[in-house]
């Protein structure tokens, strides 16, 4: 004896469902992952040359300003729109040929083209003025620096830290193109504590 009848159920499936169920659907699935990764992949990429990127601070040139360890966020579209201006921190590619690839530095732009720059007693003058410089600690213990006019398409950077031989810069290598200078740093992200615009 039967409490219930039995009932007979048609279940219809569309073609893509029936790959699915019978196991055919996965290279179809495989392939759209592949597609959806190599599109993030590409995005990556053309963020990190053309917009901005994040990088890390090594040495202590850029002291008291900024501290080795240190994560910056570097706005890197300032070179096809926009133009650097005196007290920018911008990190560039050193300008002396380097062996084993470019080595990156992170400066603060202290004059741009057109300006004279002289250091004198210790002081940096730019246009015949001395610069307001807070953000250093001590002044510039590397002697003097013969008044240079800075050419256009160029511009003058030092590091915060002012003490004898604690930055390599402008002072030895010259004025940068602004060829070489990958963009600038617009805040400090890491550590969190040290979260700041820059």
């Not at 159920?9 to 569309?14: P, Q």
């Not at 963020?47 to 706005?75: C, K």
Request: proline share 4%; no cysteine.
């Amino acid at each position: 004896m039967r409490l219930f009848p039995t009932k007979k159920v048609d279940v219809l499936m569309s073609d893509e469902s029936a790959e699915t169920h019978t196991g055919q659907g996965w290279p179809r699935e495989m392939w759209e992952w592949f597609k959806m990764m190599a599109v993030a992949l590409i995005l990556v990429v053309l963020v990190h040359q053309y917009l901005f990127h994040v990088s890390a601070v090594r040495g202590n040139s850029m002291q008291p300003t900024l501290e080795e360890g240190e994560w910056l966020f570097i706005n890197k579209t300032l070179r096809y729109a926009g133009s650097l201006q005196r007290g920018d921190i911008v990190v560039l590619r050193e300008p002396a040929d380097a062996e084993e690839g470019p080595t990156y530095l992170v400066k603060r732009v202290v004059a741009v083209a057109g300006d004279e720059v002289h250091i004198r007693r210790g002081k940096l003058y730019v246009n015949g003025k001395e610069a307001d410089e807070h953000y250093t600690e001590t002044s510039i213990q590397d002697g003097r620096f013969e008044p240079l006019t800075v050419a256009d398409g160029y511009v003058f950077v030092m590091g915060d830290n002012r003490r004898r031989y604690a930055s390599n810069d402008s002072r030895s290598f010259g004025a940068v193109p602004l060829s070489l200078v990958e963009g600038r740093a617009e805040w400090i992200v890491w550590p969190i504590r040290q979260w700041r615009n820059l």
